[in-house]
């Protein structure tokens, strides 16, 4: 059973950076695609980016790819989120999980960790 440790969020004014890191243990990340997932206030938890196992191949779910990168470490099995001139609406919970795929709406299949926190003020 995979765990998942997201770290890196905070309290940031608009116009600032926070990089995100998701921890995973088990021998297998390596092999694993990761996705990150946000769930802003009074919203469902939804898809934001994914990359392959290898790390040669990203998507992101919508226009904040621009702001966004998604990164990966497997010598340190650890995902990253590099998060750029920051917005209040990027004010979420930032989920890190294994998908099944790197294209289309890619679905998590591993549990879900705590998550970490992301508040933009303006």
């Known amino acids: 059973q995979v765990q998942l440790v997201e770290s890196g969020g905070g309290l940031v004014q608009a116009g600032g950076s926070l990089r995100l890191s998701c921890a995973a243990s088990?021998?297998?990340?390596?092999?694993?695609?990761m996705g990150w997932y946000r769930q802003a206030p009074g919203k469902e938890r939804g898809f934001f980016a994914a990359?392959?196992?290898?790390?040669?191949?990203?998507i992101y779910a919508d226009s904040r790819k621009g702001r966004f990168t998604i990164s990966r470490d497997n010598a340190k099995k650890t995902v990253y989120l590099e998060m750029n001139s920051l917005k209040p609406e990027d004010t979420a919970i930032y989920y890190c999980?294994?998908?099944?795929?790197?294209?289309?709406?890619?679905?998590?299949?591993?549990?879900w960790g705590q998550g970490t926190h992301v508040t933009v003020s303006s």
């Open positions: 088990g021998r297998t990340f390596s092999s694993w695609h």
């Open positions: 990359i392959t196992w290898s790390g040669d191949t990203t």
């Open positions: 999980n294994p998908v099944n795929k790197v294209y289309a709406t890619p679905f998590a299949f591993g549990s």
